[in-house]
Nanobody, 128 residues
């Protein structure tokens, strides 16, 4: 059974940084693209970032481009989301997800149907 466990969330002030981690069990993440999504209170879940299975390609939502960086450590079977210059509007529950198919491109990384396993989420709260 595939399990994704996010960690690293917390309460920070605007301008601070956080690094989220997503560790997997039951699946070798190096064969799959991975994505990060977030859901703020009262809003729909939205795409944040994605990384290809090879790690050579990344995609970001416009709202986080230049501030967030997605990366992967295949030896640790873990994907990271480095978040810098955090803003109050970044407050949300952050979820990682793994692509349903191996070796796919990042043609539509924002599409939730591309992912078959999701973590339970980690809360990020940014105060002004």
């Amino acid at each position: 059974q595939v399990q994704l466990v996010e960690s690293g969330g917390g309460l920070v002030q605007a301008g601070d940084s956080l690094r989220l981690s997503c560790q997997a069990s039951g699946r070798t993440l190096s064969n799959y693209a991975e994505g990060w999504f977030r859901q703020a209170p009262g809003k729909e879940r939205e795409f944040v970032a994605a990384i290809s299975w090879s790690g050579t390609s990344t995609r970001y939502a416009d709202s986080v481009k230049g501030r967030f960086t997605i990366s992967r450590d295949n030896a640790k079977n873990t994907v990271y989301l480095q978040m810098n210059s955090l803003k109050p509007e970044d407050t949300a529950v952050y979820y990682c997800a793994t692509d349903r198919d191996k070796y796919t491109s990042l043609a539509s990384p924002w599409a939730e149907y591309e992912y078959d396993y999701w973590g339970q989420g980690t809360q990020v709260t940014v105060s002004s």
